[in-house]
């Protein structure tokens, strides 16, 4: 079935630092991909999204481009701040005959230090 | 301007009290979802809607049933909440039309079981 795997966090950097957070799926067909954040006591946002192979996502600074070939949508930021400590899902979309359904990572908790 | 809006926010329950949480929606989409999120771990998907079709996740326990009674609104009821219930309840909606396979979450109750 498919599924996602995301780097075990957390993740603590300093204030301008860069950030990588991999992830790579396992999915049949062509799945459109997400990295979508969460913030302390509050739902899930979608921070980008690339829906075919080769297509980059950007968004606030991060970005990430689908990658068919090493199956994985990396989120990258060249200077990350302390507002964007949060928690970071990958996930994928498959097509269900009743509406998509999104398959989620496990989440990888940044944490940003000033 | 919220889009997906979720009530009540936060809900106290005691074991066996039969809970309601319910979800609103202006975007006019035909899929509607719950999702549970337990402390730490990737959003579940318990259950969506198509329009008036209701499915079932394999393995979501009896115990959490659903109404979608007209497009804007569905409600999640847990019938006899156990400790194990305790979580944050996401609910989402995505269209069809134009489809990208991105959801649209509300900010979530978080449920506590006393």
């Known amino acids: 079935g498919n599924s996602v795997t995301q780097m075990e966090g957390p993740v603590t950097l300093s204030e301008e630092a860069f950030l990588t957070i991999n992830c790579t799926y396992t999915?049949?067909?062509?799945?459109?991909l997400f990295w979508y954040v969460q913030y302390p006591g509050e739902g899930l946002q979608l921070l980008l999204k690339?829906?075919?192979?080769?297509d980059k996502g950007s968004n606030k600074g991060f970005e990430a481009t689908y990658r068919k070939e090493t199956t994985s949508f990396h989120l990258e930021k060249g200077s990350v701040q302390v507002s964007d400590s949060a928690v970071y899902f990958c996930?994928?979309?498959?097509?269900?005959?009743?509406?998509?359904?999104?398959?989620f990572g496990a989440g990888t908790i940044l944490r940003v230090k000033s | 301007d919220a889009m997906v809006i979720q009530n009540p926010r936060y809900q106290v329950t005691q074991f066996g009290k039969p809970v309601t949480l319910s979800c609103s929606q202006t975007?006019?989409?035909?899929?509607m979802y719950w999702y549970q999120q337990k402390s730490s771990q990737a959003p579940k998907l318990l259950f969506h809607?198509?329009?008036?079709?209701?499915?079932n996740e394999a393995d979501t326990p009896d115990n959490f049933q659903s109404r979608r009674p007209n497009t804007s609104f569905c409600f999640l009821d847990i019938r006899s909440p156990g400790l194990g219930d305790a979580a944050m309840y996401l609910c989402?909606?995505?269209?069809?039309?134009?489809?990208?396979?991105?959801?649209?979450f509300g900010e979530g109750s978080r449920l506590t079981v006393l």
């Open positions: 989402a909606t995505s269209s069809l039309a134009g489809d990208t396979g991105e959801l649209f």
């Open positions: 999915a049949t067909g062509y799945p459109s």
């Open positions: 690339a829906t075919k192979a080769d």
């Open positions: 996930a994928l979309s498959s097509d269900g005959e009743y509406g998509n359904k999104l398959v």
């Open positions: 975007l006019n989409h035909n899929v």
């Open positions: 809607y198509y329009d008036k079709d209701f499915n």
